[in-house]
């Protein structure tokens, strides 16, 4: 079959049509531990696999809330208790089982790894032996990484031997570099398992990225471990690329970071797992009516105890953008380009109000604000000192974002057309300042702005457009490209606007962004609740009921390639018969 026509197979495919296997294990550092864009693909997609698994689909994440209480996870003593106790006097294991607090309450695995530094160099020695994995440069959070990576196979291969009859379907997926050292382990011990390997980037691409070489004009160009040595990631590029080659099925989450992998890796991924999420995080109805109310007066309050001024909810447009602090790779620069080029306009309708939700170095809230707030008053007449921030910084002199708005002169000016805040710090509801999560915060904002030069995904712009909010990513995000394989994206008419960007056309974007923010400030009312309901349909279509029949076929690639491995090892083994 040709590989179009194997394509269109697959996709028209019913999800009934991959066998399931009978566990699923999947290992992360942001289990139960809520880091990043990782979590979010993890705890979102529980639910709808567990429909299919229930409590056969496990998760393992790393026990590091020693002497704090974990937010995340609940301890059940009853969960495999038989299994926990032998682990713990038998092999040395420290596993806590329980369950995570997500929807579905998926069972879990907490694995302490402390024990295991005293062995890392033999550990790393027969990695190299058996798969030529190089720790030799390691530094950083790659001991971390490894050590509990090591902990979850070795807790894996405990929890098969045990628990699991002979003759069961077993995938193992590791996500990320930090979880490549257990696949790679359990490749070697407990062959019967089927491994998978989902890199959510590359590490040598992200490098490359954030140290402003550039990336795709000059991809096919590179050499992965030349690269490596040169941005001093041989460690971490290594792991990565040898989990890459020796795991049963590699996978990634976009086309685009697929090329990454063929270049930098030198090994395509055998399927595209592109993220989904679940809409019930989202409120309907008049409780989503309130939360936005109550949101928008909370950033409308904030902005007026920084500048002294009174921001009108009707005739302010709030723009947004948020993620990890990665000034260029996710485009923060960028961001604040384009508002420059918009404050400097004669014709923008309405005032803006642009708010950067970036954690940074926070050294906690500002005093001086929170007692602005707390006082009640609602007309306040002077601005205070740093009127764009929130909470204190470490680190001021050296922010480059503080240090990019002065070069700017983005000052927050009476007469500025475009005021911005930034807010330093995790949206959890305990900062001190905004004291709302994030969600609550997102909800209350008119449109959002996420133009990444470097993201595999893009969760933040689909969370966006969940929450009816119209947003603008670029082509060289995975959500991006997903929105032109729509055939939208030309205009924020749609819901969503993608912008073309590239090594070299970072000024062109930026009056690009403009020109979709001011055309969306001259909408009516009638326009924008259209748009806004484009934005919540297209939301719909990335739903993981939508996207979860790339699992299965991952599943399936995975276990046949362990079956077809277990025959060639018996074909292996002396015939004892003719031996006799």
Known sequence: MRPECELLFITNMNKDAFPMPDYVVEVSWEVCNKVGGIYT??????????????DNLIFIGPDVWEGKENPYFTEDKTIYADWTAHAAAEENLKIRAGRWNIPGKPVVFLVDFSSYYAEKNDIYYHAWQDFGVDSLHA??????????????????????????????????QAHEWMTGLGALYLQKRVPEIATIFTTHATSIGRSIAGNNKPLYDYLFSYNGDQM????????????????????????????????????????????????????????????????????????????????????????????????RYEFKNKGIDLFLESMNNLNRRKDVPKKVLAVVAVPAYSAGPRQDLKERLL?????????????????????LNEDRLTGMLHNLQLHNRKEDNVKLIFIPCYLDGKDGIVDKSYYDTLIGFDLTIYPSYYEPWGYTPLESIAFHIPTVSTNLAGFGLWINSLG????????????????YNYFEAAENITEIVLSFSRKDEKETKEIRRKAKDTAEKALWKNFILQYYEAYDIALRRAAERMKALEEELPDETHEL
């Open 41 to 54: 693909v993890l705890s979102t997609r529980a639910n709808t696999l567990q429909a299919k698994l229930g």
């Open 139 to 172: 530094y950083g959070d790659y001991d971390e990484a490894s050590m509990f990576s090591y902990a979850a196979g070795r807790a894996m291969e405990s929890f098969y031997r045990y628990n699991i009859k002979g003759g069961k379907k077993v995938i193992y």
């Open 228 to 323: 490596a040595r040169e941005l001093n990631m041989e460690a971490k590029h290594s792991i990565e690329k040898q989990t890459a080659h020796h795991v049963d099925c590699f996978t990634t989450v976009s086309d685009l970071t697929d090329q990454e992998c063929r270049v930098l890796l030198e090994k395509s991924v055998d399927v595209v797992l592109k993220n989904g999420f679940e809409k019930g995080f989202v409120p309907r109805g008049t409780a989503f009516v309130s939360r936005r109310k109550q949101a928008r007066k909370s950033i409308l309050t904030i902005a007026s105890a920084l500048m002294g001024e009174t921001f009108e909810d009707e005739n302010t447009l709030i723009i947004g953008t948020s993620g």
């Open 375 to 395: 006082s009640g008053e609602t007309n306040f007449q002077a601005p205070l000192e740093m009127n764009y921030l929130t909470h204190y910084l470490h680190n």
């Open 488 to 503: 939208m994206g030309s205009s924020i008419d749609d819901g969503t606007a993608i912008v073309r960007r590239s090594d």
